[in-house]
């Protein structure tokens, strides 16, 4: 399953618009299509900017789009994180994330305290 951000945002302006909220309810929906074990964070990355067409700088300003979406995430308590053999670190979809209704369409003003 592609975990490509590009597959559902495909315009670059468009992603960088979005509120980390927003991205981030974006990722989660591709996160919780699969039934996996974790995702390793830095090939996360790699796997969500794929395709999308950047240079370096643009690069660098969607992967901090990212990383804020994915901070997100985490300190809403729907990613967590754990360490794992050679100092990788993984991400995990919680429970609280498998659980959370389908609210899309960026509808999702009601999490944020």
């Known amino acids: ?4 951000l590009g597959d559902i ?7 960088l618009a979005l509120q980390p909220e927003e991205l981030g309810a974006e ?6 299509r699969e039934s996996s074990r974790g995702f390793d964070r830095l090939s ?4 969500l900017m794929e ?3 950047l240079d370096d700088q643009l690069g660098a300003t969607v992967a901090e789009a990212v990383g804020e979406a994915l901070n997100w995430l985490e300190a809403q308590g729907f990613l967590a994180s754990r360490p794992i053999d050679h100092g990788r670190e993984v991400l ?5 994330g498998r659980e959370l209704p389908v609210v899309y369409q960026f509808e999702i003003s009601w999490l944020v305290p």
């Open 1 to 4: 399953m592609s975990r490509r």
């Open 51 to 53: 395709g999308l067409a």
């Open 92 to 96: 995990y979809v919680t429970r609280r």
């Open 27 to 32: 990722v989660l929906q591709i996160l919780r």
């Open 9 to 15: 945002i495909p315009e670059v302006d468009s992603l």
């Open 44 to 47: 996360l990355f790699e796997e």
